[in-house]
């Protein structure tokens, strides 16, 4: 089994840093593509940034020059540096791992989610 428990999640204040991480443990072969999604009170699922082994990245337009993906393979871990938040941003935080678990099982796996509240 693969699990992914996330870490980092907490209350700051506008304007404020947080660092999430998110380890992915079990039986893995290797991991490709890991990323954040986070979903507010309210609202659908969404993207925030996803990085893939080569370490290309991609953002959501909403957090462009504000948040850093970063992944370290040796560990199975990814991280996600929070700046300058915003009351937008409070939201349930979701990792994500496409994960070969297999000699040709590819599956997805999801963490439990950490809270980020971003308030004064």
């Known amino acids: 089994q693969v699990q992914l428990v996330e870490s980092g999640g907490g209350l700051v204040t506008p304007g404020g840093s947080l660092r999430l991480s998110c380890a992915a443990s079990?039986?893995?072969?290797?991991?490709?593509?890991m990323g954040w999604y986070r979903q507010a009170p309210g609202k659908q699922r969404e993207l925030v940034a996803t990085?893939?082994?080569?370490?290309?990245?991609n953002y959501a337009d909403s957090v462009k020059g504000r948040f850093t993906i970063s992944r370290d393979n040796a560990k199975n871990t990814v991280y996600l540096q929070m700046d300058s938040l915003k009351p937008e941003d409070t939201a349930v935080y979701y990792c994500?791992?496409?994960?070969?678990?297999?000699?040709?099982?590819?599956?997805?796996?999801w963490g439990q989610g950490t809270l980020v509240t971003v308030s004064s």
């Open positions: 079990g039986s893995i072969f290797s991991i490709n593509d």
């Open positions: 994500h791992a496409q994960v070969i678990t297999g000699w040709t099982r590819r599956s997805d796996y």
């Open positions: 990085i893939p082994t080569g370490g290309l990245t």
